[in-house]
């Protein structure tokens, strides 16, 4: 099957989460530097390799991203997480209690090979591990992917592999179809670079009122 972008008519090819091989060919897509849209647990994402440059840079024109606005980094496992940032405690408090969840960690970035343009110049970066069996099969092939929600800037996030296809976002090359997510809302990001001040920097599924009784168990 297919597994490039058609550069004539500019359609992307549609795999299926029912079936392993497109999930794996799905992960070729991102490996040879392509973006991908794909099904989580909050809305359907936009995500590349975090280490390529250009593909990072494809996502921002793709969505008519600010560039000065990092993208955050999804993986499957915590292990995996704790070798691009430092969680410290705070962080693998709420990793605890919300992984795999609707919870972006932006925390201390460690792996200096992570594109800059992904990061924005910063030495930070938002990180989650999804709660979709989908996705984290994807990563398990393709370990970290950048990851956005699929839409236009300051457009609708979409629910569903329908709604990516009758949307304005164009030229990705992969649509990884999981049928209608779960929640429809985007994560809820909370900024831990300074443990002793957390900070909700967006609600979303997750309701501020409940991150702010979890962080008061333990102290900074």
């Known amino acids: ?23 794996y060919k799905c992960a070729s897509v991102v490996s040879s530097g392509g973006i991908v849209v794909y099904p989580t647990d909050t809305i359907y994402g936009i995500g590349c390799d975090p280490y390529n440059d250009v ?9 008519a991203r600010n560039k000065k606005k990092p993208l955050p980094i ?14 410290g405690k705070i962080g693998k408090l709420l990793a605890r209690n919300y992984w795999p969840g609707a919870l972006t960690i932006v925390s201390p970035l460690k792996d200096n090979n992570i594109s800059t343009q992904l990061t924005a110049g910063k030495r ?19 370990k970290y992917l950048a990851g956005t929600s699929a839409n236009i800037s300051g457009e609708k996030p979409p629910k569903s592999a329908l709604e990516v296809m009758s949307s304005s976002l164009h030229h990705f090359d992969a649509l990884l179809d999981g049928g209608t997510v779960d929640k429809g809302i985007e994560s809820t990001v909370v900024d831990i670079v300074d443990p002793t001040a957390p900070k909700i920097i967006r609600e979303g599924a997750i309701k501020s009122e409940e991150l702010r009784k979890v962080l008061a168990i333990e102290g900074p």
């Open 124 to 142: 930070i970066i938002g990180v989650r591990i999804p709660n979709n069996n989908c996705i984290l099969q994807l990563l398990k092939h393709c």
């Open 55 to 63: 593909s990072v840079q494809r996502i921002f024109k793709i969505k």
């Open 74 to 87: 999804l993986a499957a496992r915590l292990e995996d997480i704790e070798k691009i940032v430092s969680l």
């Open 1 to 23: 099957m297919q597994t490039k972008i058609n550069a004539k008519t500019k359609q992307s090819i549609t795999y299926y989460c029912s079936n392993n091989a497109d999930i």
